[in-house]
């Protein structure tokens, strides 16, 4: 199996795409009754080197294998700005001045683009969305603005291809009329191989066994983030301030999930992921891969319950009769213990092109008065 698995991440026909994962922290709250709802529209420039129609050819050619969800949004919507080109926009998270985004930038990669690095600019375009499927810019609150270079990211004094940047309006100010900052973005870059149409992708499903009890009224999501290429070590959860550790990229946040109401005794599962081994692990079976459980609450201050560290090779040799995933909580104030099963683990099911992981929580228990 393992073999097979491993197989399947050196086809000759891959290529690599350079992926940028973007967060953004402190942001200026721009509403009066919640947080702000924040958005990023990535735009990219070349220069005489690469011209507008090199770059639209790259990004059509880099989302090819990723899934729709992470690659881009809808941009036909978005004009030009100049120079500057529409690349993608990334989901909206609500009610959040820290944000972090699972829309990743991709640009196709070789070994040359490199000596190019310093020739492509990207611009982040940061806003406050006031409504819900309004498509037009305008209709939304201006946040601020951060540039970069390719190079500026790639260098190799850089810190593990991290940089922050300050937001700016567009007088280039980096302070409001009343001496507010707009916030920082923190962009991570890292080149990943993609292997097309051909790529090998995992089902993910996470859920809860039947004999787990489910607080009623109270709806939960779970996320997936994987850790930074050379990450190894177990992170620290103990500050538990809802924002993810600097050592990882969020690439999966589930919809949120209520017990229901039939009490039929089945497993309560969040809907099934489908993720590249790109997307997913950056192709590298070691990586730390993080999921983690929060209860949703409007305001936006979820409340993250549990986190499970684990990596795609763990869970490929895992024999459910002697091992376990250990499950750290990170809220004893609501959920007082917890433990995980991996109900299946498969990497060739009925087409090679798929691999399938299943997992259930189970022994709950709730701090008293929670229920």
């Known amino acids: 199996m393992a073999d097979f698995f491993r197989s399947s991440l050196r086809k000759p026909t891959s290529t690599a795409v350079l992926e940028l994962s973007v967060s953004l922290r402190n942001l200026i709250n721009m509403d009066v009754f919640s947080k702000s709802d924040p ?10 080197a690469w011209t507008t129609s090199d770059l639209q050819n790259s990004m059509h050619l880099a989302s090819s294998s990723f899934s729709a969800s992470s690659a881009t949004d809808d941009i036909s919507h978005i004009p030009h700005d100049g120079a500057w080109i529409p690349a993608a926009v990334t989901e909206t998270v609500w009610d959040n001045l820290n944000p972090d985004f699972v829309t990743k930038l ?48 790639l260098s190799s004094n850089n810190n593990n291809n991290t940089i922050r940047l300050q937001l700016v309006n567009l007088k280039g100010k980096a302070r409001s009329v009343v001496g507010k900052t707009f916030g920082s973005a923190v962009v991570y870059g890292e080149v990943i191989e993609d292997f097309g149409d051909s790529a090998h992708a995992l089902s993910f499903e996470f859920g809860f066994k039947f004999s787990c009890p489910l607080p009623a009224k109270k709806g939960f999501f779970y996320t997936i983030a994987r850790g930074k290429s050379g990450v190894r070590r177990k992170s620290d959860v103990r500050k538990d301030d809802g ?29 099934t992921v489908k993720l590249s081994d790109a997307e997913l692990f950056g192709n590298d079976e070691e990586r730390l891969l993080r999921v983690e459980l929060w209860e949703n609450k409007k305001s936006g201050a979820h409340d993250r319950l549990l986190c499970i560290e684990t990596s795609v090779k763990e869970l490929m040799a895992f024999d459910e009769t002697r091992d376990e995933l250990e499950v750290r909580m990170t809220s004893t104030k609501s959920l007082a213990r917890a433990s995980v099963a991996v109900v299946a683990s498969a990497w060739t099911l009925s087409s090679k092109q798929l691999g399938s992981v299943s997992l259930r929580l189970l022994n709950l228990a709730w701090a008293k008065g929670y229920l």
Request: proline share 3%; glycine share 6%; charged share 30%.
């Open 106 to 153: 991709r640009l196709p990669w070789k070994a040359s683009s490199s000596t190019k690095s310093d020739k492509i600019a990207v611009r982040l375009s940061v806003f406050d969305r006031d409504t819900e499927g309004d498509v037009a810019l305008s209709k939304h609150d201006f946040i601020g603005n951060a540039e970069f270079k390719l190079q500026d990211v």
């Open 39 to 48: 958005f990023v529209v990535f735009y990219i420039r070349g220069d005489n």
């Open 243 to 271: 924002v993810l550790n600097d050592d990882f990229v969020r690439v999966h946040r589930s919809g949120v999930l209520l017990r229901p109401s039939d009490g039929k005794p089945d497993d309560v599962l969040f809907q």
